[in-house]
Antibody, heavy 122, light 111 residues
């Protein structure tokens, strides 16, 4: 059974750096074709993809946020960490991590965490 | 602004069918079949309903179907049920720098 859970601060101040951890079970991030991604959703708004990291340490970032994001993995701990610098109130959102599967023809987020709400306010 | 355009809302009565569109361009939806659809009831995490345009994961009812024509992908829900009321998002995976993009979402109301 695949499960993922996000953890991190619920409140950050503007200009601070946000660090979120995704702790997962039921799969290994060293298995070919497997990745973990981060997606966020501001209150009442649409989903926005942020970053992905793959089994081979290939990393992909949203072009609009690339300069502010870093994604890393710790395979031994079954964790993926996302950092976002220079936080702003517009970054207030629920942040989700999700299991990602990719093959030659398929790419999808098939398991999602419950999400964690991060509020940016002074 | 999302690169994939969805109608803000659709509605239907129980038992009816509804179709939600997801429109892109010849460079994205028109060029790739890695289109997925996600269902998000209020206050919950998204759930994968369709992948690779028309494939259903195990456990998703066959009332849900997907298709693509040109630059537009579509999700059709037949035999609407009250439990289908949710937000629906399309998503596309490409090999370009944008890599992953979500649509703006569509709110389905079951009347």
């Amino acid at each position: 059974q695949i499960t993922l859970k996000e953890s991190g601060p619920t409140l950050v101040k503007p200009t601070q750096t946000l660090t979120l951890t995704c702790t997962f079970s039921g799969f290994s991030l060293s298995t070919s074709g497997v990745g973990v991604g981060w997606i966020r959703q501001p209150p009442g708004k649409a989903l926005e993809w942020l970053a992905l990291i793959y089994w081979d340490d290939d990393k992909r970032y949203s072009p609009s946020l690339k300069s502010r994001l870093t994604i890393t993995k710790d395979t031994s701990k079954n964790q993926v960490v996302l950092t976002m610098t220079n936080m702003d109130p517009v970054d207030t959102a629920t942040y989700y991590c999700a299991h990602h599967s990719i093959t030659g023809t398929t790419a999808l987020f098939d398991y999602w965490g419950q999400g964690t709400l991060v509020t940016v306010s002074s | 602004q999302s690169a994939l355009t969805q109608p803000p809302s659709v509605s239907g009565s129980p038992g009816q069918s509804v179709t939600i569109s997801c429109t892109g361009t010849s460079s994205d939806v028109g060029s790739y079949n890695r289109v997925s659809w996600y269902q998000q009831p209020p206050g919950t995490a998204p759930k994968l309903m369709i992948y690779e345009v028309s494939n259903r994961p195990s456990g998703v009812p066959d009332r849900f179907s997907g298709s693509k024509s040109g630059n537009t992908a579509s999700l059709t829900i037949s035999g609407l049920q009250a439990e289908d009321e949710a937000d629906y998002y399309c998503s596309l995976y490409t090999s370009s720098s944008t890599y992953v993009v979500f649509g703006g979402g569509t709110k389905l109301t079951v009347l």
